[in-house]
Structure formats: C-alpha cells, structure tokens
C-alpha cells in the first residue's frame, strides 16, 4: 500500500514538473503579430509586397539632374547611355531587399580606361556594388573594384561573373546607417549580396559613402535617399528591377 502511495505521489510529482516545464517553453512562443502573407516570385516576377522600379519603362526614374530619362527603354530592359549622367528613383528608399539583372554588353572596347562593363548600383546614392567585366582577367581590376565589391572597400567572397553578354543578377539586402542627433554615426550600413544566387558579401560594414578614394567617412544624412544606377562610359544594360522596403 506505501509503495502504491509513493508511485502516486511520484506520478503526480512528474506530472507538475512537466506542466511547469510545458508553461514555461509556451513563454517564449510569440502569438502577439502574425507575419504578414507574401506571395513568392515566380516567372521572373517580383513579390507580391514589391516595388517595381523597372519593367518596361523608366517612369520610376530621373536624370541626376531631376529631367526626364531619356534612355530607350522597353521590355527587355534598358542600356545606360554612355557620355550622359547616371539616374535616380524618383522614391527615396532606406533599409531594403533589392533585385536587379544587369549584363555587360559583348563589343566594349574602352582601351586601357577601366571602363570595361563599369557600371554600379548605388544604395542611398553613395553605397556602391560595383559592376565591371570580370568574368576573367583580361580586363582587369583591383580585386575590391571588380563586379560584386562594395567599392574600394570590399573584395568579393569569389568571383562568379558570366561572359558579356549573359544576364547576371544581385539581390541585395541593405542596411541603412543610423546617426545619433548630433551628427555622428549610431550604427553604420551592410550588405549582404548575391550574385547570381552565390553569396559573395556576407553582412559587410560599411565604413562610410563609396567613392574612388580608399579612405572615407560618414555625414549625416536622411533615412531615405533616392536608389542610383551610374553611367560610366559603358553601356551596361539593365531589367527586372524590384525593391522590398525593410
């Protein structure tokens, strides 16, 4: 009878620990906000809760000049023209995912200008992934300049360009720097890109507005700044553009 008392006890004793066990782990389950729905990409289209910033036409954009695009546009894609400015969304943007397909054009031929396939998508307007003509060395780059660098600042993990003249692609998740009220930087931007669905910049710290000097720093700016495509005497071309505000 005492064993019998005992194994009860006990019982009841496991049975406590467990629910105790079982409240305690449902604390850490979060019901407060259900995620939002997003319907995935398919057949080379955006997601649902995309902004399209190019498909046909280039009425998301202006010149640097704020005038009207004139580059011939359609919906195979468009081609920066060289010896005219780069351009601007017409919509500021801060942290985000971005999409876009590029392709370096098969008859560059800028001699020894650097100008091979150069081109660049600009986050903010002053935070560079640079695209150039790397798909082998015979147009070459100081490794931190070739396509998929944060510009003179970081190298790529590796190399996965495609020959002039295949479509390539980045998808871009950026964070904006954030700046305390007297100016100074509270936290500072990153990247993390593929290219081509290969990670080559895995959650990089920027150190401040790239530019053709190795050494930079930050100043304060807004939260949102325009997104930049840079014409730099290539006629790179560019499609399938889309933009997820985080």
Same mark, same amino acid.
Request: glycine share 6%; hydrophobic share 35%; net charge negative.
């Given at each position: 009878? $005492?064993?019998?008392?005992?194994?009860?006890?006990?019982?009841?004793?496991?049975?406590?620990?467990?629910?105790? %066990?079982?409240?305690? @782990?449902?604390?850490?389950?979060?019901?407060?906000?259900?995620?939002?729905?997003?319907?995935?990409?398919?057949?080379?289209?955006?997601?649902?809760?995309?902004?399209?910033?190019?498909?046909?036409?280039?009425?998301?954009?202006?010149?640097?000049?704020?005038?009207?695009?004139?580059?011939?546009?359609?919906?195979?894609?468009?081609?920066?023209?060289?010896?005219?400015?780069?351009?601007?969304?017409? %919509?500021?943007?801060?942290?985000?995912?971005?999409?876009?397909?590029?392709?370096?054009?098969?008859?560059?031929?800028?001699?020894?200008?650097?100008?091979?396939?150069?081109?660049?998508?600009?986050?903010?307007?002053?935070?560079?992934?640079?695209?150039?003509?790397?798909?082998?060395? $015979?147009?070459?780059?100081?490794?931190?300049? %070739?396509?998929?660098?944060?510009?003179?600042?970081?190298?790529?993990?590796?190399?996965?360009?495609?020959?002039?003249?295949?479509?390539?692609?980045?998808?871009?998740?950026?964070?904006?720097?954030?700046?305390?009220?007297?100016?100074?930087?509270?936290?500072?931007?990153?990247?993390?890109?593929? @290219?081509?669905?290969?990670?080559? @910049?895995?959650?990089?710290?920027?150190?401040?507005?790239?530019?053709?000097?190795?050494?930079?720093?930050?100043? $304060?700016?807004?939260?949102?700044?325009?997104?930049?495509? @840079?014409?730099?005497?290539?006629?790179?071309?560019?499609?399938?553009?889309?933009?997820?505000?985080?």
């Amino acid at each position: 009878m $005492k064993k019998l008392k005992f194994t009860f006890i006990l019982l009841i004793l496991c049975t406590v620990i467990i629910s105790a %066990q079982e409240k305690k @782990q449902n604390n850490f389950e979060d019901w407060s906000s259900k995620p939002p729905k997003v319907i995935p990409a398919e057949n080379n289209n955006a997601p649902s809760d995309a902004i399209i910033l190019f498909s046909e036409n280039l009425e998301e954009w202006e010149t640097l000049e704020g005038e009207e695009v004139t580059w011939p546009a359609s919906m195979a894609g468009f081609a920066v023209v060289p010896d005219t400015p780069g351009i601007n969304t017409t %919509q500021a943007f801060g942290s985000c995912q971005l999409h876009v397909e590029w392709r370096i054009p098969t008859n560059e031929d800028h001699g020894e200008t650097l100008n091979w396939g150069n081109s660049g998508v600009y986050l903010m307007g002053l935070y560079e992934v640079q695209i150039y003509d790397s798909y082998n060395d $015979k147009h070459k780059i100081y490794y931190n300049g %070739q396509a998929g660098s944060i510009y003179k600042q970081h190298k790529p993990l590796v190399n996965c360009c495609k020959p002039p003249g295949e479509w390539e692609s980045f998808d871009i998740v950026f964070t904006a720097p954030q700046f305390n009220e007297n100016g100074s930087l509270k936290s500072p931007a990153c990247f993390t890109v593929f @290219q081509n669905g290969i990670l080559i @910049q895995n959650h990089v710290e920027v150190r401040g507005a790239t530019n053709h000097s190795k050494y930079t720093e930050y100043k $304060k700016h807004a939260d949102k700044l325009p997104l930049m495509i @840079q014409s730099h005497g290539a006629a790179v071309e560019y499609r399938n553009i889309w933009l997820r505000e985080l």
